[in-house]
């Protein structure tokens, strides 16, 4: 007998419907992936807010300063900040007398003089941080200076370049977010590839070669009396005396159904009998070897592939033959 395995397909459309029956709780993960991603980023703030800076952080430059070297580093930073604000200060202010001077075309004396003061004092403040041996940066040694330099481009890159925290905030939010989704998504996939229960009715087509009379909505019973006509209709034209109608379900899933159908069929003068599991109870094969013929009942999402193969194969087997399969929803 060929391997049912080898036939069986994945159907992507069924699999795009079970996952999105899971929708609630794709956008639960996919809501903790992204409370989860703004803690992680919070905590590693917060780490590094309190780690205490080490004096070795200068040890990639090849220098190792003493502790008041490095006070003296720090002082000159100190000073370089107030400098730089001073700078900030000074040059808005002439910025503004330059603007007043284009929009009225004239200047008085008055503030000829203090515009030159101004720019007087940034130069003479620019000459004593920078400039000189007698500068803030010129009393510093060859390793502070390199100290400060660091520390300096480290501190305009950051600026410059760093993005706001609440932005990296957002984007890590993001990142375990679309982490959490995808997971889940994937999670629900394999659930469904490598589940061994009945997925389509397609199933039973290809990997079975069986035909499908039909399907049953289990929550409407729509299709009842659609397989019940069909059936009838397949017994006249193989001029069947003798239906069996069993199931690999567990018979409180499949009993009623069947028992409709039988109900139905015996009304219509058309013989019919109900049998339990075949592959477990031995009197149920009796009923089958002395029949003209079976109607499976199988359900999707509850039978499997394995007692369904086993099923064809006692058939085959026995030489009984599976007139059609009815589909439980």
């Known amino acids: 007998m060929e391997n049912y395995r080898e036939n069986l397909e994945i159907d992507l459309k069924d699999l795009a419907k079970y996952i999105l029956k899971f929708w609630k709780i794709i956008i639960l993960f996919t809501l903790i992936g992204l409370i989860l991603g703004c803690a992680v980023c919070a905590a590693k703030d917060y780490m590094e807010a309190n780690t205490p800076k080490q004096e070795s952080e200068f040890g990639d430059l090849g220098i190792n300063l003493s502790e008041k070297q490095l006070e003296e580093v720090e002082?000159?930073?100190?000073?370089?900040?107030?400098?730089?604000?001073?700078?900030?200060?000074?040059?808005?202010?002439?910025?503004?007398?330059?603007?007043?001077?284009?929009a009225s075309g004239d200047i008085n004396e008055e503030c000829a003089e203090s515009l030159w003061y101004k720019i007087q004092t940034l130069n003479t403040a620019s000459t004593s941080q920078l400039s000189g041996g007698g500068s803030v940066y010129g009393a510093l040694n060859a390793d502070q200076k390199k100290a400060f330099d660091r520390r300096i481009s480290r501190e305009e890159i950051a600026a410059s370049v760093s993005p706001s925290p609440y932005d990296n905030h957002l984007k890590l939010g993001v990142l375990g977010a679309f982490g959490c989704a995808f997971l889940t998504i994937v999670f629900l996939a394999l659930k469904y590839v490598l589940s061994p229960k009945?997925?389509?009715?397609?199933?039973?087509?290809?990997?079975?070669?069986?035909?499908?009379?039909?399907?049953?909505?289990?929550?409407?019973?729509?299709?009842?009396?659609?397989?019940?006509?069909?059936?009838?209709?397949?017994?006249?034209?193989?001029?069947?005396?003798?239906?069996?109608?069993?199931?690999?379900?567990?018979?409180?899933?499949a009993n009623s159904y069947m028992t409709q159908v039988e109900e139905f069929?015996?009304?219509?003068?058309?013989?019919?009998?109900?049998?339990?599991?075949?592959?477990?109870?031995?009197?149920?094969?009796?009923?089958?070897?002395?029949?003209?013929?079976?109607?499976?009942?199988?359900?999707?999402?509850?039978?499997?592939?394995?007692?369904?193969?086993?099923?064809?194969?006692?058939?085959n087997n026995l030489g009984i033959k599976v007139l059609g399969t009815v589909i439980v929803k």
């Open 198 to 253: 009945l997925k389509t009715e397609d199933d039973i087509r290809t990997a079975f070669k069986l035909p499908v009379l039909g399907s049953i909505a289990k929550k409407t019973d729509d299709g009842l009396a659609v397989i019940c006509s069909s059936i009838m209709a397949l017994v006249r034209g193989k001029n069947a005396q003798n239906i069996l109608l069993c199931s690999s379900l567990a018979q409180d899933d």
């Open 265 to 315: 069929l015996k009304n219509k003068n058309i013989p019919v009998s109900i049998a339990s599991n075949i592959l477990s109870d031995p009197s149920s094969i009796d009923k089958a070897a002395q029949s003209d013929g079976l109607i499976l009942f199988e359900g999707i999402g509850e039978s499997t592939y394995e007692n369904i193969s086993r099923e064809v194969e006692l058939t």
């Open 75 to 102: 002082l000159a930073l100190d000073t370089y900040e107030v400098y730089k604000q001073a700078r900030e200060t000074v040059k808005d202010s002439i910025l503004k007398d330059i603007e007043r001077f284009n």
